[in-house]
């Protein structure tokens, strides 16, 4: 007989888990995508100790009936991809359909969830099923990541200073705040509030929340279109300035990305109004068909690539540039192209 045998579930979730839940920012951010998904317009995140002991993230979107409940802890279970073609034109933040197995295999969780017509409950350890039964009718979901990497405590011996792995999660918090304005996003730890916008819809009123009405009134607004993208957002004035690209935020369909050579570009577009070494406040929003991006680089999602790349990158260049020159109404000798 051979010795090759397939794993059970829980512990391919668990092996899986090493690469989407590196620290709790990971698992606010997948718990707070899904609320998103689910069309919520309020999402409430509560940390104790960081996340490290408890990650209760509450939404009011649409819930999920029983079996969907239960379901969501499958590995491969996703309501967003059906086949290879939805795979190429992603419109949600989450397909992979592994977050809450992932998540699952190495704390221990409790799921309230309601489509509005059944409650259920569940309660998962280690990734195994401990308890499912009817629950509370409240639409919306509420679920609950209890003493994260209890099961791994290599993983957990790597965890940064508190103070650190919290500021991961405000950082994370204040972009999905700038993507969706129009929902409202409150975060808190040990009971105390720090941030809380109000879904209002407007960024400017976002950006006075995160960075202070003083910085938000000095941001200008673009609005630029080409053949394939189109590039909207807030670009501040050069006179305020930073000293790392931590203030650039990046948002593709809605998904807050890393692209190291757009944030260069954004850098570019200040050539001359900046001194090098500084950088802009900025939020920019590039909204094109899914058919162009590819997020399936790595677990994690916040990697993507772009077709049409050049072409895009004009865009953002020229057009962050002339708000900030109309803005600053000064005249500017332009490098012949
Ligand atoms: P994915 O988001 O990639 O589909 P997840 O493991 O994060 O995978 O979630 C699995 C499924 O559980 C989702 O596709 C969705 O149908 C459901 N789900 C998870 N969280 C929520 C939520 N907050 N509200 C409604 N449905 C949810
Ligand atoms: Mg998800």
Redesign the pocket.
Known sequence: MGKIHLMDEPLSNKIAAGEVVERPTSVVK??V???V??G?TMVEVLLKEAGLTTIQ?V?N????DAD??L???S?H?????ANEHDLFRIR????????????ASVSKVTLQ?S?GETGTFVQMEGGRLVEHRAGSLRK??D?TIDQLFFNTPARLKYMKTLQTELGHSIDLMNRFALSYPQISFKLSHEGKTILHTSGSGEIQRVLADIYGVSIAKKMVPFDGQSHDYRVTGFASLPEITRANKNYISLFVNGRWVKHYAIANTVHKAYHTFLPLERQPIVVLNIEGDPYLTDVNVHPAKQQIRLSKEKELMELIHDTIRRAIRSAVRAPVIEKPK
């Open positions: 997948e718990l995508e899904n609320a998904d689910a919520s993230v939404d979107g649409n819930g999920m969907d409940a379901l969501s802890f590995r279970a996703t309501s967003k991809i949600t933040l989450g397909f992979r359909g592994e977050a809450l197995a992932s998540i969830t489509d919306g979901t679920i």
